[in-house]
């Protein structure tokens, strides 16, 4: 348990001693002004800049994100966990982590260890799955082959974002029935805003080495610009 600092204009409530209390409340609606314009949260990045910048991301622009890709990460009419949570809550990859399973009605699993040890030496990492899908960088690919080498069904889908993919790193799953989604987006974009799938059931020696980060996602438009900050035609680099 974490205790709070002792402040006399602190108030604190015990769900467990206070239970009949609570239970007493009014349980209508809350009403609340909130507005899709309004802040959902603010998330820190130097990517785009390399300076260190809070960037301001609206409800407007989660809500797209989440109900767009929705159906390309979770299987609801099958059984299984939603997720394996064990990225940082200041990268906003965790984004899709903690909302896309509970808006689709499924459990999320919290990793109980730290850093790369999830992988090896989390129980539940396998006691729960099979999970919709996992999100991971291009980096933790090399740490989780193992497990899923070894795994009947750990995860259908792997989504992939934060740094360019390549074949080379999910190479070693060429045998397993997965699919692996590039996800791609600035965070000024609210974490992804174009993907790719790849489905590696059949091998990978179709593709290329470099993946590309593929379409829009819904309600959202992609513009791509030449060496003068133009429009370029169809096709052209």
């Avoid at 209390?21 to 809350?30: G, P, S």
């Avoid at 919709?132 to 989780?144: M, N, V």
């Avoid at 993919?165 to 965070?187: C, D, M, Q, W």
Wanted: glycine content about 6%; aromatic content about 8%.
């Amino acid at each position: 348990s974490v205790l709070l600092p002792q402040q006399d204009d602190l108030l604190v409530i015990n769900i467990n001693t206070e239970k009949d209390r609570i239970d007493a409340q009014q349980t209508q609606k809350v009403k609340t002004k909130l507005l899709p314009a309004n802040l959902a949260y603010v998330i820190y990045t130097s990517g785009s800049t390399g300076w260190p910048k809070g960037v301001m991301i609206e409800h407007s622009g989660l809500v797209n994100y989440i109900f767009s890709i929705k159906s390309n990460y979770i299987d609801e009419n099958l059984n299984g966990s939603g997720t394996f949570i064990h990225l940082s809550y200041a990268f906003d990859a965790s984004i899709t982590a903690i909302f896309l399973p509970l808006v689709s009605g499924k459990i999320i699993i919290l990793s109980s260890q730290d850093l790369l040890s999830i992988f090896e030496e989390d129980i539940n990492l396998q006691k729960y799955a099979t999970y919709d899908f996992i999100k991971l960088t291009p980096s933790h690919l090399k740490f989780i082959e193992q497990t899923i080498n070894h795994s009947e069904r750990l995860s259908r889908r792997i989504i992939i974002g934060g740094e360019a993919l390549r074949v080379e790193h999910f190479k070693h799953f060429a045998n397993k029935s997965i699919t692996v989604i590039n996800e791609y987006g600035p965070t000024e974009s609210t974490v992804g805003c174009t993907m790719y799938s790849v489905v590696i059931d059949n091998g990978i020696s179709h593709l290329q080495d470099t993946i590309p980060i593929g379409r829009p996602i819904a309600n959202t438009q992609i513009y791509i610009l030449g060496p003068d900050q133009g429009l370029v035609p169809v096709g052209v680099t």
